[in-house]
């Protein structure tokens, strides 16, 4: 059976409760990725475990469903720190992002994939998920974007390969977003995490990261 990339989910910005600009130098604010979850109560869950609880729940958090990723950009309400598992926060925006699990393939299979460059900016492992933020040189076609892993390797490294498909489309503007994958159900197995991707600005590079 062939792999079915998934197609690209750029940022799609949901703000909510931004009724004004950003007072900068009035609050110190926090941007985190963060899983929404809907119970026992409605509250965003930091990679590391933290929980963020809004101070009130917004009729802008009601889109939002069990496990969405989102960009939060937020800051902690009252002084109180002694419990740091476990905040309440005020929501200044947030952006639903891109987010799905690693696929396993073939070697065989990964090998005829396509391979288009793409432009990185950050890319970072923590708690159950691998997440990266890039650019992709679009124009009239959707392009793809997958993560996979190669089961049949075992060893101590999980040994991943990012993919992009540009689908032929012809050079035209930047458009960035964030992507998450989870590593959820693999990483158990090993001590090591390698991703592989190339890039304009980094070449064909091997990412590699601890698993904890």
């Known amino acids: ?3 079915v990339l998934v197609v690209v989910l750029l940022l799609s910005f949901l703000w909510g409760g931004c009724e004004e600009e950003f007072p900068y130098n009035e609050w110190e604010y926090q941007m985190d990725l963060a899983t929404f979850k809907t119970t026992p109560e409605p509250m965003f869950v930091l990679d590391n475990g933290v929980e963020l609880l809004p101070e009130s729940r917004s009729a802008a958090l009601s889109v939002l469903l069990e496990g ?3 960009l939060l950009l937020y800051e902690y309400t009252g002084n109180d720190v002694a419990e740091q598992n476990r905040r309440e926060i005020k929501i200044n925006s947030y952006a639903r992002t891109y987010c ?3 696929c396993a393939i073939s070697e065989q299979e990964l090998s005829r994939m396509p391979d288009d460059p793409l432009v990185l900016t950050s890319i970072w492992q923590e708690g ?9 040189d679009v ?4 392009h793809t974007v997958g993560l996979f892993y190669m089961p049949e390797i075992s060893n101590d490294t999980l040994k991943m390969e990012l993919r992009h498909d540009k689908r032929g ?3 035209g503007y930047l458009e960035s977003g964030y992507f998450s994958y989870s590593i959820e159900r693999q990483k158990e197995n090993f001590r090591v995490l390698s991703v592989r991707l190339n890039s304009t600005n980094y070449g064909v590079r091997n990412f590699i990261f601890p698993l904890k």
């Not at 124009?139 to 959707?142: D, E, T, V």
């Open 169 to 171: 489309d012809s050079p």
């Open 128 to 136: 159950d998920f691998v997440n990266i933020r890039l650019s992709l």
């Open 139 to 142: 124009n009239r076609n959707f």
């Open 1 to 3: 059976m062939g792999v």
């Open 100 to 102: 799905d699990s690693v």
């Open 68 to 70: 969405d990723r989102c």
